[in-house]
Every structure is written in structure tokens, then in C-alpha cells.
């Protein structure tokens, strides 16, 4: 008997919209896979199919193919935690947005997937329900903030899932799983009903088994939203990626990108690659973006300034934990303090430290005016390139554990992700090969709103390299 979670999400919409695949069938068979999930990638599954899960003579877009949601998305009467224990057990009473805009396309809720804490973090070890593990190595981390979600696409357990993009969060743990993670323009999706940690950061996108995949679900998750001010409606549509050639395109390498910080094997992939572009027709050449090596910098004063402030609702007063004391001042710490897990905490207390008198204009106001600065870089470079390709992280996976006790380690694994999340601009992850056995993710970003190239640039590179992601799955 075929396994039907072999097949890619298009694969079995299409299968669905013939009438070849029953969508109840295929939502019990990944039912069973999640529920099953030894790699604590979930924090709640489905108990059952719903109704109807797009069967029928005019299936939805997405046809009834099953969706996993990363836990920062509120979902009505379902578990949402956003990895924290300060919302343990917390139901909320309406779905964000973009989850409601999928299940009206046809895309159930098979579960909730683990993550960072308040997704603060790059490799799933802030969770306050645990690690999760990477199906590639099971002693190593599968990424973060959306690792669960990362690591039950690459295992088989779901067809495809949504993650989060702060500074890098959904294409770094692509790229150590060895799927494909698209972050969207800043905008272009709402934010509503997301559990929010940096407000003028924070994008939802995809996490797929291929890249046509990413571009099915995106397609259904755009749109003005008057309940998010930020939300912009998408200028063109999104069409399913095709054509296995690059001519005419122009790839931007960083000058500044040599090697140095890379690992050795990452790097080699990275450079293959670009080889591998040359050879379907693209032409490749060196850009200046002087200001993006002070994006970290910049980035860890803004988000944790952001987030001091989104999280000073969790007080233990409306909603989540609450910790007994004798006065209202000591629920407000205790709640907070045994709530909070320690990166949220550091985070917290630094950005608020960057908000305070004296400081604001010396660390918020600075950081600020670099990523002004970031986002001319970008501008600037896009007049000469089409799109700017570099490694996703550069490292593959590393050992549980191994990070964990330097904050400043860990935040450097976003080096080639954050100052793209800081100009707003989308980027995709695409895996490239194997480094020491495990997953590498090559970048690919362009201007605003240029989703549709991305996608289509990435095929063509995806159809070339012809990664194998079987040893991934459980």
C-alpha cells in the first residue's frame, strides 16, 4: 500500500481534486504520524479529521492537505502557547488570520508545532515543553524559533507547516532540516492573531517539502487584512514556479562574503552552487552592502526593545499564568519570573535597558538608523543585481546543548538572515546538499513584493541540485 505522505502537498491536492485520494484519508494517515512523533516537534494534534477536510466535486485550492501550525498562532479552543509555560493550557477565543484564510482554502489544522520560547531563539531549546530534535541527527537541534514545524515537515509528519520569521526563523531552521522556508515580505501577510515578539519584524511563511509547495500555500495566505495596519495587499499573484533555466538573471554575492565565519563545508555547497546557477544561465556578481555586518548588532537592541513591550501584557492579570502572593507587585514578579525562561528574560531585560532614559537614543534610536541604512544597502544593490544569494546559516546543526550556554554564539547563527529581516524583504531557503552528512540552505532574496521571482529562481536551482531529503525522514 502506497504511504500517502510520501506525497508532496501538491501532489496529494491534486490527487484529492481528482477524486484519486480521499482528504480524510490522508489527514487520518499524517494523523498518525504526528501523534506518533517521537521528535517532540507538536504540542497538540488533531483528535480527529473534521468533516468534509475539502472533499467533495469542487475541492478548495488546497484541496483538504493537512496544515501544522507553529504554536506562536492563536487558534480557537486549541492549545496556544507560543512555547511558553506563562500561557500553559491558554485557548483562545478566535485564529489568527492567516490560519483562518488557509482552512477557508482547504487546509485543516493537524496540530500546533513546538518552539522557541515567544520565538526567541535558534535552535528550539528555549521551549518551555522541551527541545526538539533534528530527524536528520537526533542529537542535534533542527533550528529555530520554528523548529518544530521545521522538523515535522523534513520527518514526514506533515505535509507542509507555518512558521514565523523575526531575524531568521523560519529559513535557518529550513536550511537545517533540509526543506524549503519561505519569509515573505514584511506586510504582505497578516499578523494578526500571531503572539507577537517584534511587531515591525514579525512575518508568517511557509515550510515546505519543495518549492512549489511554498508557493501553493503563500498564494492563499496574502492579502490586506483591516485587522493588522501593517498588511498590504500583494501586487501580483502567486503562480506555481516553473521553467529549469536562469538566463538573464543576475545574482548579488556580498563582497564581504569570502568564507571567513562560514564552515568549510558550508561554504563549498554555497559555491557549487553558485557554479551550478552559472551553468543554467546566470550571471554572477559581486555587491556592496556595507552596512549589513552591523545588523546583529542592531537587530538584538530592536527586537528585545519590541518585545519588552509585547510581553508586558503577560502579567498573570487578564490571561495565562498567574502565581498567588500577598500583593499585586509580587504576583507581577513571581508570574513573570517562574513563567519566563531565561532567553526571554535576557531579552526582556536588555531591551528594556535600550528603551530606558538616558539610553534610548544611544542604543534604540542608533539601531534604528542602521537598519535604515541596511535597507539603502539593499536598494542600492538591487539596482544592479535581480536577486542576492549567500549561505542560510553558516553552519549545519549542531549538538544539542552546544550553544546553549553563549547567548552570543547563538545569535551570530543569524548572520545572513537578520539584515533581511530588517530591510522587510523576502528571502527563501532552499537545501543545497550535505555537509558532514547533514542539510545546507542557500539563500535567495530580492526586493519587496518580488516573491514571485524568488520562487521562480529557486526552482530552477532545486530542479538542478535535485536534493534527496529521504535520510530525514523518521
Not at 535604515?372 to 539593499?378: L, M, Q, R, S
Given at each position: 500500500?502506497?504511504?500517502?505522505?510520501?506525497?508532496?502537498?501538491?501532489?496529494?491536492?491534486?490527487?484529492?481534486?481528482t477524486?484519486?485520494?480521499?482528504a480524510?484519508?490522508?489527514?487520518?494517515?499524517?494523523?498518525?504520524?504526528?501523534?506518533a512523533?517521537?521528535l517532540?516537534?507538536?504540542?497538540?494534534?488533531?483528535?480527529?479529521?473534521?468533516?468534509r477536510?475539502?472533499?467533495?466535486?469542487?475541492?478548495?485550492?488546497?484541496?483538504?492537505?493537512p496544515?501544522?501550525?507553529k504554536?506562536?498562532?492563536?487558534?480557537?479552543?486549541?492549545?496556544?502557547?507560543?512555547?511558553?509555560?506563562?500561557?500553559?493550557?491558554y485557548?483562545?477565543?478566535?485564529?489568527?488570520?492567516?490560519?483562518?484564510?488557509?482552512?477557508?482554502?482547504?487546509?485543516?489544522?493537524?496540530a500546533?508545532?513546538?518552539q522557541d520560547?515567544?520565538?526567541?531563539?535558534?535552535?528550539?531549546?528555549?521551549?518551555?515543553?522541551?527541545?526538539?530534535?533534528?530527524?536528520?541527527?537526533?542529537?542535534?537541534?533542527?533550528?529555530?524559533?520554528?523548529?518544530?514545524s521545521s522538523?515535522?515537515?523534513?520527518?514526514?509528519?506533515?505535509?507542509?507547516?507555518?512558521?514565523?520569521d523575526?531575524?531568521?526563523?523560519?529559513?535557518?531552521?529550513a536550511?537545517?532540516?533540509?526543506?524549503?522556508?519561505?519569509?515573505?515580505?514584511?506586510?504582505?501577510?497578516?499578523?494578526?492573531?500571531?503572539?507577537?515578539f517584534?511587531?515591525?519584524?514579525?512575518?508568517?511563511?511557509?515550510?515546505?517539502?519543495?518549492?512549489?509547495?511554498?508557493?501553493?500555500?503563500?498564494?492563499?495566505?496574502?492579502?490586506?487584512d483591516?485587522?493588522?495596519?501593517?498588511?498590504?495587499?500583494?501586487?501580483?499573484?502567486?503562480?506555481?514556479?516553473?521553467?529549469?533555466?536562469?538566463?538573464?538573471?543576475?545574482?548579488?554575492?556580498?563582497d564581504?562574503?569570502?568564507?571567513?565565519?562560514?564552515?568549510?563545508?558550508?561554504?563549498?555547497r554555497?559555491?557549487?552552487?553558485?557554479?551550478?546557477?552559472?551553468?543554467?544561465?546566470a550571471?554572477?556578481?559581486?555587491?556592496?552592502?556595507?552596512?549589513?555586518?552591523?545588523?546583529?548588532?542592531?537587530?538584538?537592541?530592536?527586537?528585545?526593545?519590541?518585545?519588552?513591550?509585547?510581553?508586558?501584557?503577560?502579567?498573570?492579570?487578564?490571561?495565562?499564568?498567574?502565581?498567588?502572593?500577598d500583593?499585586?507587585?509580587?504576583?507581577?514578579?513571581?508570574?513573570r519570573h517562574?513563567?519566563f525562561?531565561?532567553?526571554?528574560?535576557?531579552?526582556?531585560?536588555?531591551?528594556?535597558y535600550?528603551?530606558?532614559?538616558?539610553?534610548?537614543?544611544?542604543?534604540y534610536g542608533?539601531?534604528q538608523?542602521?537598519?535604515?541604512?541596511?535597507?539603502?544597502?539593499?536598494k542600492?544593490?538591487?539596482?544592479?543585481v535581480?536577486?542576492?544569494?549567500?549561505?542560510?546559516?553558516?553552519?549545519?546543526?549542531?549538538?544539542?546543548?552546544?550553544?546553549?550556554?553563549?547567548?552570543?554564539?547563538?545569535?551570530?547563527?543569524?548572520?545572513f538572515?537578520?539584515?533581511?529581516?530588517l530591510?522587510?524583504?523576502?528571502?527563501?531557503?532552499?537545501?543545497?546538499?550535505?555537509s558532514?552528512n547533514?542539510?545546507?540552505?542557500?539563500?535567495?532574496?530580492g526586493?519587496?513584493?518580488?516573491?514571485?521571482?524568488?520562487?521562480g529562481?529557486a526552482?530552477a536551482?532545486e530542479?538542478?541540485?535535485?536534493?534527496?531529503?529521504?535520510p530525514g525522514?523518521?
Open positions: 500500500m502506497t504511504d500517502l505522505t510520501t506525497l508532496t502537498a501538491k501532489q496529494a491536492a491534486d490527487a484529492i481534486g477524486g484519486d485520494l480521499d480524510t484519508e490522508l489527514f487520518e494517515a499524517y494523523r498518525a504520524k504526528a501523534t512523533d517521537d517532540n516537534a507538536y504540542t497538540w494534534v488533531a483528535e480527529a479529521a473534521p468533516a477536510a475539502g472533499n467533495g466535486s469542487a475541492p478548495a485550492p488546497l484541496a483538504g492537505v496544515l501544522a501550525v504554536d506562536l498562532f492563536c487558534t480557537a479552543g486549541v492549545p496556544s502557547q507560543a512555547g511558553s509555560r506563562i500561557l500553559e493550557g485557548l483562545p477565543p478566535y485564529t489568527a488570520t492567516v490560519v483562518d484564510q488557509l482552512a477557508a482554502a482547504g487546509a485543516p489544522l493537524l500546533k508545532t513546538n520560547e515567544f520565538a526567541m531563539g535558534s535552535s528550539n531549546e528555549n521551549s518551555g515543553y522541551g527541545p526538539t530534535l533534528n530527524p536528520w541527527d537526533r542529537t542535534r537541534i533542527p533550528g529555530g524559533s520554528s523548529g518544530g522538523a515535522a515537515v523534513a520527518s514526514g509528519s506533515a505535509p507542509w507547516a507555518l512558521g514565523t523575526t531575524g531568521g526563523s523560519i529559513r535557518q531552521p536550511a537545517m532540516t533540509g526543506i524549503v522556508g519561505l519569509k515573505p515580505t514584511y506586510g504582505s501577510v497578516s499578523r494578526y492573531g500571531m503572539i507577537a517584534a511587531s515591525s519584524l514579525d512575518q508568517a511563511g511557509p515550510l515546505t517539502r519543495d518549492v512549489t509547495d511554498a508557493a501553493l500555500l503563500y498564494g492563499q495566505m496574502t492579502g490586506r483591516p485587522r493588522d495596519s501593517t498588511s498590504l495587499q500583494h501586487p501580483d499573484a502567486i503562480a506555481l514556479p516553473s521553467g529549469d533555466r536562469l538566463d538573464g538573471i543576475v545574482l548579488g554575492v556580498p564581504t562574503l569570502t568564507g571567513e565565519g562560514v564552515e568549510p563545508g558550508v561554504f563549498a554555497f559555491e557549487e552552487t553558485l557554479k551550478l546557477a552559472e551553468s543554467l544561465g550571471t554572477i556578481r559581486r555587491v556592496s552592502l556595507p552596512h549589513t555586518e552591523y545588523g546583529i548588532s542592531a537587530y538584538y537592541v530592536i527586537a528585545p526593545a519590541e518585545a519588552s513591550s509585547n510581553l508586558a501584557r503577560f502579567d498573570g492579570v487578564r490571561y495565562g499564568r498567574r502565581v498567588e502572593a500583593d499585586l507587585v509580587s504576583m507581577y514578579t513571581r508570574t517562574d513563567g525562561g531565561d532567553e526571554v528574560k535576557r531579552r526582556i531585560m536588555l531591551g528594556t535600550a528603551l530606558s532614559s538616558g539610553y534610548y537614543d544611544a542604543f542608533k539601531a538608523r542602521v537598519r535604515t541604512k541596511i535597507a539603502e544597502d539593499y542600492n544593490a538591487f539596482a544592479d535581480d536577486l542576492i544569494v549567500t549561505p542560510t546559516a553558516p553552519n549545519v546543526a549542531w549538538e544539542l546543548g552546544a550553544k546553549s550556554a553563549d547567548p552570543l554564539a547563538m545569535y551570530l547563527e543569524d548572520l538572515t537578520v539584515p533581511i529581516s530591510a522587510g524583504l523576502p528571502a527563501i531557503s532552499i537545501p543545497n546538499g550535505l558532514d547533514l542539510p545546507v540552505g542557500f539563500q535567495i532574496a526586493p519587496a513584493f518580488s516573491e514571485n521571482a524568488i520562487l529562481a526552482y536551482l530542479q538542478a541540485i535535485g536534493f534527496d531529503a529521504t525522514r523518521v
